[in-house]
């Protein structure tokens, strides 16, 4: 691997938007070669300001593209199967934001693909594991500073949704990110999920039921549960409460200064993910440059994607049917051990 990722990335959006602007100004290691979007127009828009950098409308062109020697996708998940297997063909870098896909079959595919490649290319975005709380809160389990965990305890509250974000979505898109968590803090995968609907918001549009209550339990039988509210009004709020035998910790929630003055108190909430993460994404990126440049990944790999893929399988299931749904994985391979 040469000393500098050229990277192309994949997706204009919102979120590829803010990837090519931390690739080009803070992280180290990198530049932005080009940049592909269905819609040229956006593609060219994100790279203004970006020098060397091209704006392309096909995938394919840009991993053809000689001085493209990485890849960061950030398109809707269904887009994503193809530009992966693309990209292993290509044997290079990879950074995919969640989902790895949107559905186990096609995520243990790409499993497939990599372990006949013979080593990891893929790294999946999820950027909670990078956050400072996030790390800490890890740490203390691991060491055991307070005895074994016993239970987590998660809220995950947005201000508001988009149109066309469906009921299932609460749990593909958005849970996803704690199923992830949970795998992270415990070291163990997820056995079973159940979702309980009750009382629901005004504010939630037709065909959503929010919120909802996810219940989940790991191989050693650590409970955690969700609060999945994605139409809270107030702002952007991720959340972890952790039950030890010796202590509890929390992490998250309201971020900043509290303030008593003039006869008010409080702080404030973050407006979005961009705010609440944005660090983490930071240190994210740049610890897949770091590892990219060695061969190697800096994070979340394939089988967590695939994972989290069959995790969200079961909560959607049990969405529909309000039952104790168990997670089906295949075997893991020994790429991933």
């Known amino acids: 691997m040469s000393e500098t990722l050229r990277v192309a990335v994949i997706g204009a959006g919102r979120m590829g938007a803010d990837h090519i602007q931390r690739l080009s100004k803070r992280i180290h290691g990198a530049d932005v070669a080009a940049v592909v979007d269905v819609d040229l127009g956006r593609a060219q828009a994100a790279i203004e300001g970006v020098p060397g950098a091209v704006a392309l409308a ?35 870098p990879i950074l995919c934001e969640k989902p790895l896909t949107p559905d186990a079959e096609s995520a243990w595919k790409i499993v497939e693909a990599e372990v006949a490649l013979g080593h990891k290319r893929i790294q999946v975005g999820f950027m909670r594991r990078f956050d400072a709380e996030y790390a800490t809160l890890g740490s203390i389990i691991r060491n055991q500073e307070l005895g074994e965990l016993l239970m987590l305890h998660h809220q995950h509250r947005n201000p508001g949704t988009p149109p066309g974000f469906t009921n299932e979505m609460l749990i593909n898109d958005s849970v996803v990110h704690e199923f992830d968590a949970i795998r992270f803090f415990t070291g163990e995968e997820i056995t079973s999920v159940q979702v309980r609907l009750g009382k629901a918001t005004r504010n939630a549009p037709t065909g959503q039921h929010d919120p909802q209550h996810v219940l989940i339990e790991t191989e050693s039988g650590v409970l955690a549960d969700v609060e999945i509210y994605v139409n809270a009004k107030f702002g952007y ?22 303030i008593r ?49 069959a995790c969200c399988e079961a909560g959607v299931e049990a969405q529909k049917n309000g039952e104790k749904v168990a997670v089906k994985l295949n075997a893991k391979p020994g790429l991933y051990e």
């Not at 809707?76 to 044997?91: Q, R």
């Not at 993460?277 to 930071?282: E, H, I, K, S």
């Open 58 to 92: 096909d995938a394919e062109e840009a991993l053809n593209n000689g001085d493209v020697n990485a890849v960061l996708i950030a398109t809707p998940g269904f887009l994503h199967e193809d530009i992966l297997l693309k990209a292993l063909g290509k044997d290079i």
């Open 237 to 258: 709020e991720v959340a972890t409460q952790a039950s030890f035998e010796d202590g509890i910790v929390s992490i998250g929630g309201d971020r900043g200064a509290y």
């Open 261 to 309: 003055s003039n006869g008010h108190w409080g702080g404030n909430v973050t407006a979005g993910f961009e705010e609440r993460f944005g660090a983490a994404y930071d240190v994210e990126i740049q610890s897949w440059v770091d590892a990219a440049l060695k061969g190697e990944i800096g994070g979340p790999s394939a089988w967590d994607g695939y994972a989290t893929a």
